[in-house]
């Protein structure tokens, strides 16, 4: 990512150097660290009114010039609040520990779990090449455990599934118990109860306002207990792209969802068979990435009987 590109600064004004003042000098200054949920997360905090922040670009796209930059806003932070971050991410330092280190004597830091739940999406799945982590699938940033396993047979179309309703149940809970496990051993905000309810999602990883605004509201209640978070009515922060729910997962785990049973990229419809075809034709490119799925999802593979 080239941070002299107009448009980013632009778009990241005030952490480039804009004349940024701040609405109230009382108020504590958050800054908040992470990737995709992250600005979301910062515009519900900001929306109380009770803290002071300003948008900064994700983790994932932080040059060592923006690592210059963000030393001095980490100086006078009074909360950071960040999801959790290794040591040497990207060969920058920016994780939790080394960006708490930055921070001035009293300020705080607040853990943050990132949000992954498949419940309604019992097929979709996130799968790191080992040969290059960032690699999404194209058409969609989704592998579907359908198709990858049809990769993995040599076949042409995606594995039927039929996997009972208890199955569907079961993953779900896999789910979130995963979720408990990241949060138990990062030490961070405590969410998963919420994804006991079954929340309707955009995609596993892209949660609704609803569910922002619940992990919003417990981070706000640990730096400023009293103020309320406002989630946007006129549009879903993370709903640019919108997966297709599983009718017979939303039966099975209780949930009543109409009109969701297509890909939507930016309210525009996206064809399922260009997405088989090009996925197939990605996974005979990258065949290590059929390895590594199977290997990182078995469990969730075998309890659907795609195994």
């Known amino acids: 990512m080239n941070t002299l590109d107009p448009g980013r600064r632009q778009h990241y004004g005030d952490f480039y ?56 806003v980490l100086a006078h932070t009074d909360v950071l609040v960040t999801q959790p971050i290794r040591d040497s991410y990207r060969d920058l330092p920016l994780g939790t520990a080394e960006l708490a280190a930055l921070l001035p004597d009293g300020a705080r830091t607040i853990i943050y779990p990132v949000l992954r739940y498949d419940g309604l999406f019992p097929y979709q799945a996130i799968i790191r090449d080992p040969a290059d982590p960032s690699r999404n699938p194209p058409v969609v940033p989704y592998h579907d455990l359908r198709i990858l396993a049809a990769a993995a047979r040599g076949l042409t179309r ?117 997405i088989i075809d090009a996925q197939l034709a990605f996974y005979r490119e990258h065949p290590q990435i059929i390895d590594a799925g199977l290997t990182r999802h078995a469990e969730r593979l075998s309890v659907l009987g795609l195994a």
Not at 45 to 70: K, M, N, W, Y
Not at 160 to 174: F, Q, V, W
Not at 209 to 229: K, M, S, W, Y
Not at 258 to 266: I, P, Q, V, Y
């Open 17 to 72: 150097g804009a004349d940024y003042r701040r609405r109230d000098e009382s108020l504590p200054f958050v800054t908040v660290m992470g990737n995709c949920q992250a600005e979301s997360l910062r515009i519900l905090l900001d929306s109380s009114g009770a803290v002071e922040s300003f948008r900064i670009p994700p983790v994932h796209e932080f040059t060592a010039e923006d690592i210059d930059l963000l030393t001095p």
């Open 158 to 274: 995606p594995v039927e599934a039929d996997p009972s309703d208890e199955a569907l149940r079961t993953t779900a809970a896999m789910s979130v118990e995963q979720l408990r496990t990241r949060e138990r051993h990062h030490g961070t905000v405590v969410i998963s109860d919420v994804l006991d309810t079954a929340p309707v999602w955009h995609t596993m990883n892209h949660p609704s306002n609803a569910t922002l605004a619940a992990l919003a509201q417990r981070v706000l209640d640990d730096i400023v207990p009293g103020g309320t978070v406002h989630a946007p009515t006129d549009r879903e922060m993370l709903g640019g792209l919108t997966a297709p729910v599983d009718p017979q997962a939303a039966r099975a785990l209780g949930v009543d969802v109409t009109g969701r049973d297509t890909w939507l990229k930016n309210h525009e419809p996206v064809d399922h068979s260009e």
